[in-house]
Structures are given as structure tokens and as C-alpha cells.
């Protein structure tokens, strides 16, 4: 991040939102969730925050860690002779808050029970997505990041590609794609990258085994990076490593042709059920709609799958500072799959595809 | 795992303790729970099961993989227009499930709001742990890949040191350790190398930055590998780099009489809680309770961290089959930390340390 505390107004804006949703204060319990509100890189840490308190309530474990990261907020420091519900209900008890809205979508059954049981003076409240919904809107320095974490997986696909030979399996390229974007900056890979040869790519999460490049006419590759400041991308191509098989290419043109049908209505004010539609139409044209199950796609950031969801089911609307992964796909048992995964801006009167690895499928050359 | 099927044996298990514990089913939730009970090794599915019934309930994403990886088990499958509430609630009915529990440390509260909304003709049970307490005791294949994953780690350790160079960063040597336990045959690394230079150490949770090993005589390394199985290693060793100040050799051997403390108590019956107090009263009579906030150790498997805990705060009795953590530290701040930490099997009339690398501190030769 290149201003230095964009924290204090990332907690204004989650302030006024609960000023709003006339809640008097939030536990925020999802570690994403606290380090973009307060720049904490640790874990196990929950912020208590209300209209005039800023509270981590952490263990002795972090304690260094919590002043060098984030001095603007205190910290309650329990140690490992008290369990975290008993501290927690310390701290409520010692700050007065008798009211708490907590993150129903982080806090387990059990946590929540303990809570309430020992908190005996706070009524708790279950709200969800309020820090997700301020995190769907990326500012000027997450989007400079997400593209530092783009550039970096590009880099790292053209980099293994060089490193191909026939032999090499579906884990050797997910380790040497890892070991490459590091080398790149990454801080590591966003997940454990799908390397998946013909068949294999049929799967949609798969990850990498045994198989070797020679043993089909083509790979699915779905990867990405988390660079220094913890924002991911998130990317996939299929690359042809000998002729490619007809059907495949058909399979490829529909997929192709359903990226470019959903893209053309990303724009502010758009559905994102209508652009999930835009593209399963084009599938189910091509007869292929039982062969794509999941979602088009979902906002990328601090985490890989975060709001927005372009999904039939969701509610949401696009808005400028967006950023969202579209990646429709065809897997067909037995044969293979083909999904193209691009990583898109929304702007503020359409948007700009961040990614920029040529969709054609190759060939790559094998060694 | 060498047996083909240990998974029905394992749920056999399991419902032995369901109908124990008066529990008509269960519905579970955790991805490494349902791994264990079956061997699908994706996520976003859970297991229903039941006297009669193994379900699991999943989307179009895993279709393929579940039929290959569990091909004993029904697969219950949904694609992107339903909710998972929505479809639990349908598999439910269809079922005739009239009564189940959840895993309560596990499902969240927003979640499990919806279950109870949308399946009205079932009645919920929370509970906690019941997997957790099979998964506590390792069977002989678990021990056997217990041990591959430390034997990798071992030899990642052993091998990055033949980098060491006075520039490297702590990253560097975070990303290069990783690349060599892959090259030794683990899938990952077991979480992401903490590797603290001089002060850094200091952190128990500090992950590894860009202080260089020149910039301080000693450096810890906290690190571990997930073999093919998906079995996790951790271990911690502190290295000199070059003389080793007087107060961190003293610091050193506290931390090593705490944990020989620890040990001389690990066989089955020994109260976990009278384990961590072994340690920790060497630590207070040498001065520095107050630098030693965590718990003593943590059983590892399929997760870095699970059952049994070692800490003033655990109920748990050792028993033979498990395999803990001892893990004992002194974090002075500003001025560096100490831990050094095992992988301890607790066998039938005692114990075994499964680590094998040595415990003194080197000196690490730079270069």
C-alpha cells in the first residue's frame, strides 16, 4: 500500500456503516477482514471496534507483532491460561459494551455458544458481510496491488512454459510455476495451482499429479499469486502441446465466445446474475450447460474468492472498483476441459480486463 | 496409505461413537474430517452419515473426483442454481433424516441459521469433536506417513543450509526450503516457513521477511512438509550464524531442559496440562514465564494443528497413537526468541521422538 494508513478511514467507513444498519459495534472475527482494517498480517485476532473504540483481542503470541503493525490500535493480550471466550467476555465486560454485532459467516456454532454463555452481560447480534461488502470496492492502491499480483502469475506462466518437456508432470509445473513467481515477487501462490493434462482437465479442481505432458495433446493451467500486500490473482489457460483434437477446439470457441458474451455487459449497474447468464446461454446453445457447473466468477483481493459473485443466484450489482474473475468452462468427463479465467476491473463506464496472457491456446512447445 | 480402504473402517468408528454418544447421524462438515472418512481429497462437500447411510453431498465441480476417490460412497450432487442450504434441505427429506448433528466448531452461525430455516422436517444437534477424537489416535499408516513427512522436512533443512549465504533473506531461505522439501516428494510445505533473523525470532508468528542472515548471529526456522498422503510435519531449530551471544546461549538451554522436562513425563495416562506445566516451570524458575505465552504443543495429521493440546488449559489424557508437538520458547523482545520444537509419538509404554535433527545450534556455515 502506498499511503501509509489507509486503516483509520477503511474503519470510518465500516463505522458509518453500522451507524446505518443501527448496530452498536462489530467483532470482526475473519482474519482478511481485520488486516484490511487495521493492516495486522498475524491470525487468531479478533477487532473489537464500536464508535469510539479500535480494541485487538489477541494473544501474547502476537503481542510485538500488533505494536509494529498496527500502533494505532490497542490491544487486549490474553496468555495460554485463559481460554479466548474467557477473555473475550473480560474485555466486553471491561469496556461495557453491552451490545455486539458479530460476523455470523466467520463465528462457528460452538465459539458463539461460549460466548454468549460467558458474556453474560453483552446481547450479541449476527449480521454478515458488512466488512465484505466495503472490501468489494477495491481504492487505487488495491488495484495497483491486484495488478502487481497479475504481472507477477504472467510472468510465471511464460517462465515455466520455458521449462516444458515431455516428461515433466502436472506437480512439476505447479512446483516450478510456484518456485518462478516467487522469484518474480511473489509471496507465494494464491492456491495450489490446477495443472491438469487432457483428461485430468475435465476436473475443475484438480490439482496436479502425475501425469505427464506427453500423455495428452493439451494442459489446463489455473494459477495465480499473492503478492507482498496479501492481494491474489487468479488466472487460467489451456495450452495445446501437440495438434490440437477438433472437438477440443470447439469446446474452446464456445468457451471463448461465452468470455466474450459475459464481458460485454460488465459495466457499473450491470446484474451479475445477467452476466452469469450471458455467458451460460452461449454454453447451453452449444448443448454443453450441464457440462458447466459452477459459477462465471467471483471478486478476487485479500482473498481468492471474495465479494462480488457472478452466479445465477446472486444479488449482486457491479460497481466501479470491481474486481472479478470471469471464467466459464466445459468438462467433459473422460475427455477433458477447457476453462478460460480472466481477471476483470469494473470502471466507471465499463471495465478494463486486467490480464493480459494471449487467449490462444498455443501450441507450447515441449523442450 | 497402504491399505486401500481404511475409510470404512473409519466411519465404522465413527458411528460406534455416534450411537454412544445417543446421536441419530451426523452431518460432517470439516474438509479434512470428510478426507479422513472417505479419502476425497477436494473440499466444499460434506458427509452425511448415518447407521445406514454414507452420503456425500457436493457440487458438479467434484462429481468425477468423488466417483474416483470414493467409490463406496453415494454422491449427492448440485449445480450452480441451488443453494447448499437449499439442497441439504432437499437431500434431507429425501432421505427421511428426522434428526442430525452438526459439528458445531465448524459450521457457522449464518450457515447453520439457514440449515435450520430450510430443512424444517429435520431437528439439529450441535456437537463438537466427535471426528476430532478418532483422527487423535494414528493408526500404523498415519504413523508411517507421519514419519515420511518429517524425514522430508528433515532433508529440506538439511539441504538449504548449502545455501546459505550472508545476503539470503529470510524469505529467500523461506521459498528455497520450500522448493526443496517438493524436490524431496511433499506435496507443500505444512504452512508458510517461519524464518526470523536475530530479533525477528522474537515473533512466534512472524513469518519470514527481508532481514538478511548477515544482519544477526542466529536465525529460527519454523518449519514442516505435507507428504503425498497429506500427513503434516513441524519443527522448529534455532541456528548460529556466527559467535553465539552469552544471554541467547543461556536462553537456549532453558528452552532445552524444558522440553527434556516435558518429555521425561509423555507416555500414555500422562495428563497433557501436567505435560505443558513440566516445561513451563522450568521456564518460570529461570525468570522468563512471562516470555512464554503459548501452549507446549498441538497434535499434527491431515492439519498442522489438532488433537491433543498441551497447554495449562487442556483436558486431554496421552494415549498410545498419538502424535504431538513439544514445543517450549522464550521471546525476548527486541532482542530475539528461542524455540525448538519435536514430533513426538506416544507408543504403548512411552514414547518416541520421531525428529532427528540434532538440537544443537550449529554453527550454520554463510557461504
Not at 279 to 284: F, M, P, S
Request: charged residues 25%; contains cysteine.
Amino acid at each position: 500500500m502506498s499511503t501509509p494508513f489507509p486503516y483509520a478511514e477503511r474503519r470510518a467507513k465500516l463505522r458509518a456503516a453500522l451507524k446505518k444498519a443501527k448496530l452498536p459495534g462489530l467483532l470482526v472475527s475473519h482474519d482478511p477482514n481485520v488486516r484490511y482494517l487495521t493492516g495486522f498480517t498475524g491470525d487468531s485476532t479478533q477487532l473489537l471496534i464500536t464508535p469510539k473504540l479500535a480494541v485487538m483481542i489477541s494473544d501474547s503470541r502476537f503481542e510485538t507483532q500488533l505494536r509494529d503493525e498496527c500502533p494505532d490500535v490497542e490491544a487486549e493480550i490474553r496468555t495460554a491460561k485463559t481460554t479466548q471466550a474467557d477473555f473475550l467476555a473480560q474485555v466486553l465486560t471491561a469496556r461495557h459494551i453491552t451490545q455486539l454485532a458479530i460476523e455470523g459467516d466467520v463465528v462457528n456454532v460452538a465459539s458463539f455458544e461460549k460466548y454468549k454463555e460467558k458474556a453474560t452481560g453483552t446481547e450479541f447480534v449476527v449480521t454478515s458481510g458488512l466488512v465484505d461488502q466495503l472490501r468489494m470496492i477495491k481504492d487505487k492502491h488495491e488495484i495497483a496491488a491486484l495488478r502487481r499480483a497479475i504481472d507477477i502469475a504472467q510472468r510465471g506462466f511464460q517462465a515455466v512454459q520455458g521449462l516444458f518437456t515431455p516428461e515433466m508432470t502436472e506437480r512439476e509445473i505447479a512446483h516450478e510455476l510456484e518456485h518462478l513467481m516467487r522469484r518474480h515477487g511473489a509471496l507465494k501462490a494464491a492456491f495450489e495451482p490446477i495443472i491438469g493434462v487432457g483428461p485430468q482437465a475435465a476436473l475443475p479442481h484438480y490439482r496436479a499429479g502425475a501425469i505427464r505432458l506427453a500423455d495428452a495433446p493439451f494442459v489446463l493451467m489455473d494459477w495465480g499469486a499473492v503478492e507482498p500486500e496479501g492481494y491474489h490473482s487468479d488466472l487460467t489457460r489451456v495450452l495445446a502441446t501437440s495438434k490440437i483434437p477438433p472437438k477440443l477446439e470447439k469446446l474452446y470457441r464456445v468457451v471463448f465466445e461465452a468470455q466474450a458474451a459475459a464481458l460485454a455487459l460488465m459495466r457499473p449497474g450491470a446484474l451479475a446474475k445477467d452476466v452469469d447468464a450471458a455467458a451460460r446461454n452461449v454454453i447451453a446453445k452449444s448443448g454443453y450447460e450441464r457440462y458447466f457447473g459452477h459459477g462465471l466468477g467471483h471478486g478476487i483481493g485479500l482473498e481468492i474468492h471474495e465479494q462480488p459473485r457472478l452466479s445465477p443466484l446472486s444479488n449482486d450489482v457491479l460497481q466501479p472498483g470491481m474486481v472479478i474473475t470471469v471464467e466459464p468452462g466445459i468438462y467433459l468427463p473422460d475427455f477433458g476441459g477447457i476453462r478460460l479465467e480472466d481477471d476483470v476491473l469494473i470502471t466507471r463506464d465499463g471495465h478494463e480486463v486486467l490480464t493480459s496472457t494471449p487467449l490462444e491456446m498455443g501450441p507450447a512447445r515441449l523442450g
